[in-house]
């Protein structure tokens, strides 16, 4: 009975399983019971009561600052949590927007037959991604930003509608008035209409094969309904958003000189110098991502689409590129993925991202090493599931479909 046990491949296989799962709860227990244990023999416990604990160290002012209204002495060690939460989803979603569009851009100017194109694309492949990110930060952050004039002293960026200096970026805020809330609100609907356009389009050229011109329709009705609406608040209460333009002060004692932190908005270097590094960095990879997929398609798909007199771009755009995408999005989402994760990188030039902002001052201050790393790790680990769950469900949705 047993020797039968111990050929049966099956019974072998389901051993197998549940040994490695116990193996696997043991080292668990086993690592628990000993950080418990250290960590009763520094006389330490284990909790998060420290949350509620008032921060007492400054935060760069950033988006995150503004939406908890962080207040040294006031705001909690939660409050300081969530706004590494946010500052680090400010980057990672902005920047993978950008690097994006970045990336399938120069990957398909490396398959160009325009020579200057093909050659520029290239040198910026090979360069970007072979220098270290790190080494990209600091360039941007102190080679370039420290490089630009000084506080009192400013660069004009359109005109006098921006201007950099040392201290950062500064351009137009909007302020939101009277029936602001109706023009965001339309500004959403267009959105929504011109997916469900999109799709309707889809739908109709597999059916029927009728391309609509689609890009013009949505630009129509992302363009048309909202300054509709714009106008017709604008006729009847007034403008509902306005435009803060910078003001750069001359005059007056010296401290003062310089940008005024009471109009326009500041994106300060340390967010600009990481969104660069991030962006510009990972863009080199999802163009030779973007490149392996196209060139995995074979030259007859795009020699029969320009027999039956498509042109160039539309080959590219409704024949090689969805075919590329089932090679394409499994690689590149492990680049989203890494963006992500760069991101704390932030702590070399003091950007108050998670790790930074956390990992870093909190840290110092409250010592509780394993919680906070605990719950850093979490975060993390929560992005990368979110964002692997919604390529797959991409992936899902563009493959194709045998008949």
Same mark, same amino acid.
Request: proline content about 4%.
């Given at each position: 009975?047993?020797?039968n046990?111990?050929?049966?491949?099956?019974?072998r296989s389901?051993?197998?399983?549940?040994?490695?799962?116990?193996?696997?709860?043991?080292?668990?227990?086993w690592?628990?019971?000993?950080?418990?244990?250290?960590?009763?023999?520094?006389?330490?416990?284990?909790?998060?009561?420290?949350?509620?604990n008032?921060?007492?160290?400054?935060?760069?002012?950033?988006?995150?600052?503004?939406l908890f209204?962080?207040?040294? &002495?006031?705001?909690?060690?939660?409050d300081?949590?969530?706004?590494?939460?946010?500052?680090t989803?400010?980057i990672a979603?902005? &920047?993978?927007?950008?690097?994006?569009?970045?990336?399938?851009?120069?990957?398909?100017?490396?398959?160009?037959?325009?020579?200057?194109?093909?050659?520029?694309?290239?040198?910026?492949?090979?360069?970007?991604?072979?220098?270290?990110?790190?080494?990209?930060?600091?360039?941007?952050?102190?080679a370039?930003?420290? =490089?630009?004039p000084?506080?009192?002293?400013?660069?004009?960026v359109?005109?006098?509608?921006?201007?950099?200096?040392?201290?950062?970026?500064?351009?137009?805020?909007?302020?939101?008035?009277?029936?602001?809330?109706?023009?965001?609100?339309?500004?959403?609907?267009?959105i929504?209409l011109?997916?469900?356009?999109?799709?309707?389009?889809?739908?109709?050229?597999?059916?029927?094969?009728?391309?609509?011109?689609l890009?013009?329709?949505?630009? &129509?009705i992302?363009?048309?309904?909202p300054?509709t609406?714009?106008?017709?608040?604008s006729?009847?209460?007034?403008?509902?958003?306005?435009?803060?333009s910078?003001?750069f002060?001359?005059?007056?004692?010296?401290?003062?000189?310089?940008f005024?932190?009471?109009?326009?908005?500041?994106?300060?270097p340390?967010?600009?110098a990481?969104w660069? =590094?991030?962006?510009?960095?990972?863009?080199a990879?999802?163009?030779e991502?973007?490149?392996?997929?196209?060139t995995?398609?074979?030259k007859?798909?795009?020699?029969?689409?320009? =027999?039956t &007199?498509m042109?160039k771009?539309?080959?590219l755009?409704?024949?090689?590129?969805?075919?590329?995408?089932?090679?394409?999005?499994?690689?590149?989402?492990s680049?989203y993925?890494?963006?992500?994760?760069?991101s704390?990188?932030?702590?070399a030039?003091?950007?108050p991202?998670?790790?930074?902002?956390?990992?870093?001052?909190?840290?110092?201050?409250?010592?509780?090493?394993?919680?906070?790393?605990?719950?850093?790790?979490?975060?993390?680990?929560t992005?990368?599931l979110?964002?692997?769950l919604?390529?797959?469900?991409?992936?899902?949705?563009?493959k194709?479909v045998?008949?």
């Amino acid at each position: 009975m047993i020797q039968n046990l111990i050929f049966d491949k099956r019974f072998r296989s389901i051993a197998f399983q549940i040994f490695l799962f116990l193996t696997v709860i043991f080292l668990f227990y086993w690592f628990a019971q000993n950080a418990s244990n250290n960590i009763s023999a520094r006389g330490d416990k284990f909790g998060f009561d420290f949350l509620n604990n008032t921060s007492g160290f400054s935060i760069l002012p950033t988006l995150g600052t503004w939406l908890f209204d962080y207040q040294v &002495g006031k705001s909690t060690y939660l409050d300081v949590f969530f706004i590494g939460i946010v500052n680090t989803l400010v980057i990672a979603i902005t &920047g993978i927007v950008a690097t994006t569009f970045l990336g399938f851009l120069i990957g398909i100017f490396r398959l160009s037959n325009n020579i200057i194109l093909k050659f520029f694309s290239s040198v910026y492949i090979e360069m970007f991604r072979n220098i270290p990110l790190l080494i990209h930060l600091f360039f941007w952050y102190f080679a370039v930003l420290r =490089a630009v004039p000084g506080k009192r002293e400013k660069i004009d960026v359109l005109g006098s509608y921006a201007g950099i200096n040392v201290t950062g970026l500064y351009i137009p805020k909007p302020l939101f008035l009277d029936g602001s809330g109706i023009f965001l609100f339309s500004i959403i609907i267009s959105i929504i209409l011109a997916f469900v356009m999109s799709s309707y389009a889809s739908r109709l050229r597999i059916e029927t094969g009728k391309q609509l011109p689609l890009f013009q329709i949505n630009i &129509g009705i992302i363009f048309i309904i909202p300054v509709t609406v714009f106008t017709f608040l604008s006729l009847k209460s007034g403008f509902p958003v306005e435009l803060q333009s910078p003001e750069f002060i001359t005059d007056g004692p010296k401290l003062k000189q310089g940008f005024s932190r009471n109009a326009g908005m500041n994106i300060h270097p340390e967010m600009i110098a990481l969104w660069m =590094a991030l962006v510009l960095y990972t863009a080199a990879f999802i163009a030779e991502i973007v490149r392996a997929g196209i060139t995995a398609i074979h030259k007859g798909q795009t020699e029969a689409s320009l =027999a039956t &007199g498509m042109t160039k771009s539309n080959t590219l755009r409704l024949i090689i590129i969805p075919q590329a995408l089932r090679v394409i999005v499994p690689p590149l989402t492990s680049q989203y993925l890494n963006l992500t994760k760069n991101s704390s990188l932030a702590v070399a030039i003091a950007y108050p991202e998670l790790v930074s902002v956390f990992a870093g001052t909190a840290l110092n201050q409250v010592g509780r090493e394993i919680e906070m790393i605990f719950m850093m790790a979490l975060v993390y680990l929560t992005f990368s599931l979110i964002t692997s769950l919604f390529m797959n469900w991409f992936n899902y949705r563009i493959k194709l479909v045998e008949r």
